[in-house]
């Protein structure tokens, strides 16, 4: 269920986002199962990242939600209209802040640019699964040609 797409125009007040968020479109969480918030952001917060993830995970706890983060590096750090944010981060930093929160609201992190692909908790995971696939898989067939060599 899509609950809503917020804006801060001008500025990357994510408290104030989320608390809209929580506070508008969460208070029927009963009616249900699960619920997910997903951040689409291109920079760092304008707040303090101990201070997002400190109400992330009062929020995320209270309301039985995750927060899932996907940033977007782009090569400029002035916005189209050539607003400056309250607070800058390299895209390195960013990225380390928004970890951060997203382990604070048990979400997942995806991080992407133009080039591709930086990284994603979604393809560590797979590529792990893939990993242990393989190493059975290796075991398998070395139990498979003792057995051969045996009989």
Not at 52 to 72: K, N, P, T, W
Not at 89 to 96: G, I, K, L, Q
Not at 124 to 135: D, G, R, V
Request: aromatic fraction near 10%; hydrophobic fraction near 40%; glycine fraction near 6%.
């Amino acid at each position: 269920r899509w609950v809503l797409s917020l804006q801060c125009k001008g500025s990357r007040n994510f408290l104030s986002a989320l608390r809209r968020a929580v506070e508008v479109d969460f208070k029927d969480k009963d009616k249900h199962k699960s619920q997910g918030l997903y951040l689409l952001t291109t920079g760092i917060p304008d707040q303090e990242t101990h201070t997002v993830s400190a109400y992330v995970a009062e929020v995320c706890r209270g309301f039985d939600l995750q927060l899932h983060v996907c940033l977007f590096s782009v090569m400029e750090d002035i916005d189209s209209h050539g607003v400056i944010p309250a607070r800058y981060a390299n895209p390195t930093e960013t990225a380390v802040a928004f970890k951060e929160i997203v382990q604070a609201a048990n979400g997942r992190f995806h991080w992407f640019g133009e080039e591709g692909i930086f990284e994603s908790d979604d393809i560590t995971i797979i590529l792990s699964e893939m990993e242990k696939a393989n190493n059975y898989s290796q075991k398998c067939a070395f139990l498979v040609e003792s057995l051969k060599q045996r009989s």
